[in-house]
């Protein structure tokens, strides 16, 4: 069971034809929880019944009451992606203030759950001062990040063409911390 989690960012509206579908293809199962904001993206374009089609499970993106049972399955592994600066932010800082960050900080916690995070950043995120210590804070916790310059060079604010997200590196990383024992 995976766990994949999505922030409001350049392509979030691939995210069922580029990670839940081929999950689902190589025979995981897949719930789908959302911030606010990408909730209400994927909303405006029609995404969140087809998402809920395809998984089964009902797409998350607020926290259940008290009285209500868990609405996913436990999870084996969490993907990250895409994930916002801003979230990536919050969830070094161990901030949960929404059910996709809730999730994810429990897990980072939990030593058998592996959390693979896609960052999908600019350039410009990248030279805020505290972005190299976020990275650094999920690295020692544990966290597989995919990124770098060969996975997804960094792009300036709105430069054009804008760069495929890597969707196979991310769903290889989740398929390979699910069959390496922890
Ligand atoms: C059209 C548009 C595209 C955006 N693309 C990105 C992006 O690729 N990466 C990013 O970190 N933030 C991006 N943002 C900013 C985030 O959506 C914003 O920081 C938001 O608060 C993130 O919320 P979340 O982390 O709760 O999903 C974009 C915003 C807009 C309006």
Sequence with gaps: ????VAAATGGLGELRSGL???ALNRGFRVGVTLT???ARWLAAAGELDAIAAATGLPVRSQSRLPTEARPHPPVDCYVFAPASANSVAKLALGI?????????GEALG???VPVV?????????????????????LRSAGAILVEGPAVFPL???????????????????????LSSPL
């Design 1 to 4: 069971m995976i766990g994949v």
């Design 20 to 22: 839940i579908e081929p």
């Design 36 to 38: 606010p904001t990408a």
């Design 96 to 104: 949960g203030d929404n059910q996709a960050l809730t999730q994810l």
């Design 110 to 112: 939990d030593p058998t």
């Design 117 to 137: 995070v896609f960052p999908r950043i600019n350039a410009a995120h990248a030279r805020h001062p505290a972005w190299p210590g976020h990275l650094a804070a």
């Design 155 to 177: 792009a300036e604010p709105a430069e054009k063409p804008v760069r495929p997200l890597p969707w196979p590196a991310i769903l290889t990383a989740a398929a390979e911390a």
